[in-house]
């Protein structure tokens, strides 16, 4: 099957190459759709369900992260997980609002949140936070017809073999009944109240109501449940927590800020780090692995993240979703807010901390993708590079570091 999903990918760039720019030509589209027929149909596709999907269907070139020969790139829209600040991605006027709505919704979803703590060892108010954060708890209506996005993406986006295989998936999804009305998604293809891919929605999609189908659309039970399962599918630990907020000591040493950095919780607590709003660490939950994140450098709130981090961040990579996700549900079930402020420390614009990546790079302290964005490694290798050259050690990236830099 990924031998012909190549071929294909091969066909949809040959067939963008011959074509002059802004006249990708529909004849073009509707050629490159029949090549997908055959890998439909091994996915159990009729050819009456393909062609009521692609019949007439246009290539929606307005969307990013596409490769067409001779137009400018279009960049994706700036996640706001990724070009906000902490400060600005986690409001406590967000907070208050959803988790007002998450209590309101853990009565009213009590049973079926307690049979899916049961079944899957998540908690409720865990996939009750990923369904506030991904679709504003179905408040917000996903803009894009799937079928259309997937069929762009595979064609002539930037992945056009990952997409190929999820435009695949969503056929399927239509021979197996979902309305082709309920298939809307972001520009990125997932669907559903928790935004699952269609692939995803094969592997963990749970028919949790009990009515004969997973419906990741409509039942709150269903979306939730296949949340929670793709949540256990990815490695979470049953019983524990996400993260521990900790208040860092002074002499804390940003660069251990790694996840290849762990040791048992209660050894963090014997370096100094702190415990937030006094709460009192089992001995059971002290001998947990855990590792440092310090998501402003040395500025802002400190966490020590065990394996239940890494699993949510599995479900959507960036730091500040899972410190979204996290503190959401726990403010659901009745916690305080972070215990540190966040700072009013700016963010670089991605140029800028690609050109930083780019250096530290150059000079062998990162060795991660040069893509903009300030993450774990980035942050650490910034450390580095102000250890060695006698700067403050904040991990954090600055106008005046980046300066620096380039003297």
Known sequence: MRARFAIFAGIAVAIAVLMPA?????????????????????????????????????????????????RPEKAPPGQAEFVQTPGQYLREATFDRLATRGRQLAAQYREPLARIEKEFGVPGNVVLAIWARETDYGGYQLPLDAIRTLATQAYVGKRAAFFQNEFLHALKMLQDGVPRADMRSSWGGALGLTQFLPSEFY???????????????????????????????????????????????????????????????????????????????????????????????SYGPSFLTPKNYYVIKDYNFSDLYVLFVGHLSDRIAGAKAFETPWSQNAQLKTKDVETMQQRLTSLGIYKDKIDGKAGMLTRAALGQYQKSNGLKVDCWPTAAVLEHMRR
């Open 22 to 70: 802004g006249a990708l030509a529909d004849a073009a589209f509707q050629q490159w759709l029949q090549t997908q027929w055959p890998a439909a149909q091994q996915l159990g596709v009729s050819r009456a369900t393909f062609d009521n999907a692609t019949r007439g269907l246009e290539p929606d070139l307005s969307l990013p992260d596409l490769a067409i020969p001779g």
């Open 203 to 297: 592997k963990y999609g749970v028919d949790f109501d009990g009515d004969g189908r997973a419906d990741i659309f409509h039942s709150v039970p269903d979306a939730l449940a296949s949340a929670a399962k793709q949540l256990a599918g990815k490695g979470w630990q049953k019983g524990e927590r996400w993260a521990y907020e900790v208040r860092a000591p002074q002499n804390a040493d940003c660069t251990l800020g790694v996840p290849d950095v762990t040791m048992p919780t209660g050894e963090w607590l014997k370096r100094g780090f702190v415990p937030a709003n006094s709460r009192t660490l089992s001995a059971a939950e002290q001998a947990i692995p855990a590792s440092l994140l310090q998501p402003e450098g």
